[in-house]
């Protein structure tokens, strides 16, 4: 009787034991076949490792656990800056730093996972911008990538963003931070600054001579008009010259001259 207790004891204990195994394995395959994606993320699903056209949203989803894994994949806008070095027109080498927005296309991010996996910023976005930079600096001289500053970014731009879409990935936002230019090329346009300044201040100082002459000659075709006047008008009445006495004398007749008066005809 004992044995019998015994052994449906152990028996007892085994269900039980198994119960709790059935139960933990149970749970674990739950948890296994559901997961979340994020807000901002895309889901990419693997059957064995390979990669299945199915994109899951953002929300729950479902799984065969062991057979199938979920990779997740960040969709929001992201940012890189890059340096890049070109040749320009006249061939002086620029250097420049880029910043990029850009986000994948959420509809293939599984595509972007089966061709280049996550190092889609070094193996793709990184050569794209040097390669965009290169063939658009090429298109205009040194200075007129200083002077077409935004001309050159929207051919940049239209540029990379062809190359990258073509790989699934958008970009949101192009921005040149800076040029670079060789000590020898800034000492150039230096100069050349300097030179202009230096025409425009004789330009206008010739404008300003120009100008003083041409009141000088005014002022004394003025006076020789005046004189000519006045001449003119002397020889037509001989009076004129006493009435300019009259109008200058003080009153006082000068000594030498005694009792005579200064004036021709005045005591008529």
Known sequence: MDYVNERMKELEIKKTFS??????VGLILLFNSVGIVGAGERGILLQFGA????VLGEGLYFKI????????IDVKIQKDEIDASAASKDLQIVKSTIALNYHLA?????????EVGKDYNTRIIAPSIQEAVKAESAQFTAEELITRREEVKEAIKANLSKRL???????????????????????????????????????????????????RVADAKGKAE?????AQALRQNAQIVELRWVEKWDGK???????????????Q
């Not at 656990?65 to 997740?72: G, L, N, R, T």
């Not at 959420?106 to 089966?114: A, D, F, L, R």
């Not at 020898?184 to 300003?208: G, P, S, Y």
């Open 226 to 230: 005046a004189i000519s006047i006045e």
């Open 106 to 114: 959420p509809e293939s991010v599984n595509k972007i996972w089966q």
């Open 165 to 215: 879409l073509e790989r699934s990935i958008v970009v949101d936002e192009f921005n040149i931070i800076e040029f670079e230019f060789s000590q020898a090329f800034n000492a150039a346009i230096e100069a050349k600054v300097t030179a202009e300044q230096l025409k425009l201040k004789a330009d206008r100082d010739l404008e300003r001579i120009i100008i003083e002459a041409e009141q």
């Open 253 to 267: 007749v000068p000594l030498y001259w005694g009792n005579a008066t200064p004036f021709v005809g005045i005591n």
């Open 65 to 72: 656990p062991v057979a199938q894994s979920i990779v997740k």
């Open 51 to 54: 990669v299945q056209d199915k």
């Open 19 to 24: 119960t709790i195994v059935m139960v933990v």
